[in-house]
């Protein structure tokens, strides 16, 4: 099976930087995405890692470390249309390469 | 094209009522899915088509039924609902089941 772990809630000021983190445990470790969901509308991709390391796209980043079943996304210059639902996704070769969810982390920025 | 279009946008329907969902997609993708999200849940994987295949079935209730007439088509038909399904059912595809998934904006669909 596949736990996925995240912060539910988390609020931040504006121009600031803000870490997300997930935590996770699959038997089949084969990626993890990170998607922004606004509410009432589909999420949308954000971000890939499958090695460990730093991949940076922009404001945007996210950490990887397979060994500690851990990830973050990083956001800098939030500004207040990142106020968002940030979903944790793994792709499990286990569960036939298909992603599962965590319950995401909803992130409120404050001016 | 770079989307995923879903339509329609609401539905409201009786527990007796049939009715279908559609989602299409121009962006050569050779995987689709379809996924059931409840408010303030992640989305969760109901069905998988892979190559115009149906390759994962989620152990969802008979009262769903999923078809891909062709690579680009996916359609979700449901019969005798229950209101426990109202939530908002998002299609996704991806060029193969190993990339990222696009998501459509989904169908919010309510059962009476």
């Known amino acids: 099976g596949q736990n996925i772990d995240q912060p539910t809630e988390m609020t931040a000021t504006e121009g600031a930087i803000v870490q997300i983190n997930c935590t996770y445990q699959t038997s089949g470790f084969n990626g993890l995405f990170w998607y922004q969901q606004h509410a009432g509308e589909a999420p949308t991709f954000l971000s890939y890692?499958?090695?460990?390391g730093l991949e940076e796209k922009g404001r945007f980043s996210s950490f990887l470390s397979r060994s500690k079943g851990y990830s973050y996304l990083l956001l800098k210059e939030l500004q207040m249309k990142d106020s968002a639902s940030y979903l944790c996704a793994v792709r499990d070769r286990s569960g036939a390469n298909n992603l599962f969810f965590g319950t995401g982390t909803r992130l409120t920025v404050i001016p | 094209d770079t989307e995923v279009t879903q339509t329609p946008k609401h539905l409201v329907m009786g527990m007796t009522n049939k009715k279908s969902l559609k989602c299409e997609q121009h962006m050569g993708h050779r995987a689709m899915y379809w996924y059931k999200q409840k408010a303030k849940k992640p989305p969760e994987l109901m069905f998988v088509?892979?190559?115009?295949?149906?390759?994962i079935n989620e152990s969802v209730p008979s009262r769903f039924s999923p078809e891909c007439p062709n690579s680009s088509l996916l359609n979700l038909h449901l019969h005798a609902l229950q209101p426990e399904d109202s939530a908002l059912y998002l299609c996704?595809?991806?060029?193969?089941?190993?990339?990222?998934?696009?998501f459509g904006p989904g169908t919010r669909l309510t059962v009476l």
């Open positions: 088509y892979s190559y115009e295949k149906l390759s």
């Open positions: 996704a595809s991806s060029q193969d089941p190993f990339n990222e998934q696009f």
């Open positions: 890692n499958v090695l460990d």
